[in-house]
């Protein structure tokens, strides 16, 4: 069978990349086609009902995103390939996060839409949340209410800690699983372990 040998990773098969990027590839492609798909009432409601629901989406939010991001860490640590892993878990963690920023946007501007200078949809509400991630700020989309401000600025920290804390995290557990494994003499293919990454 055909190997590769990459930086970090060491000889990979190439099976084992095509399927990496293929999962990493339909993960994303199935994250996005549910924001996409599942439906956003348009339901306005009074200040202190909105903001309490915003609060609760973004409490659920946070705890979803902490329970996948352990549970891919525990995956990373039991991978085969634990680099490998480790770049399907960031094409899982860093859309998720997103797309639940997106999702709290979309909710707070349907339940009234002078939250933002405009109404939003699917895609605005996803553009607006990468643009804040990315720290580019156009200025096209703006927060109008204090709520709106208040979530964007907790977004704006939590990208901080994603790619502070997170992506290291991710990375670190696939080192230190990697390193163990040299250390203990142990190559991917012994292990028996049947997944892609």
């Known amino acids: 069978m055909a190997t590769s040998s990459i930086a970090g990773i060491g000889d990979v098969e190439h099976r084992d990349l095509l399927a990496t990027v293929l999962r990493a590839t339909l993960?994303?492609?199935v994250l996005l086609a549910v924001y996409f798909l599942v439906p956003?009432?348009?339901r306005h409601q009074h200040n202190l009902a909105r903001d309490i629901g915003v609060?609760?989406?973004l409490g659920v939010a946070v705890a979803i995103f902490i329970a996948v991001l352990i549970f891919e860490i525990r995956g990373i640590a039991k991978a085969r390939h634990p680099m490998l892993r480790a770049g399907v878990a960031m094409a899982i963690v860093i859309?998720?996060?997103l797309i639940f920023f997106a999702w709290i946007y979309l909710n707070m501007s349907n339940s009234d839409t002078?939250?933002?200078n405009g109404p939003?949809?699917?895609m605005t509400a996803l553009y607006f949340t990468v643009t804040v991630f990315a720290t580019v700020g156009f200025g096209d989309i703006t927060p109008h209410t204090d709520l709106a401000r208040l979530v964007t600025t907790v977004q704006m920290m939590a990208d901080l800690a994603v790619l502070a804390i997170v992506?290291?995290?991710i990375f670190g557990v696939a080192s230190r699983s990697v390193e163990e494994r040299a250390a203990a003499g142990i190559g991917g293919d012994a292990l028996p372990d049947t997944e892609p990454g």
């Open 27 to 29: 993960s994303t492609g």
């Open 120 to 122: 939003m949809s699917h």
């Open 40 to 42: 956003i009432g348009h």
């Open 167 to 169: 992506v290291r995290l």
């Open 55 to 57: 609060m609760a989406r």
């Open 114 to 116: 002078a939250t933002f």
């Open 95 to 97: 859309p998720l996060f």
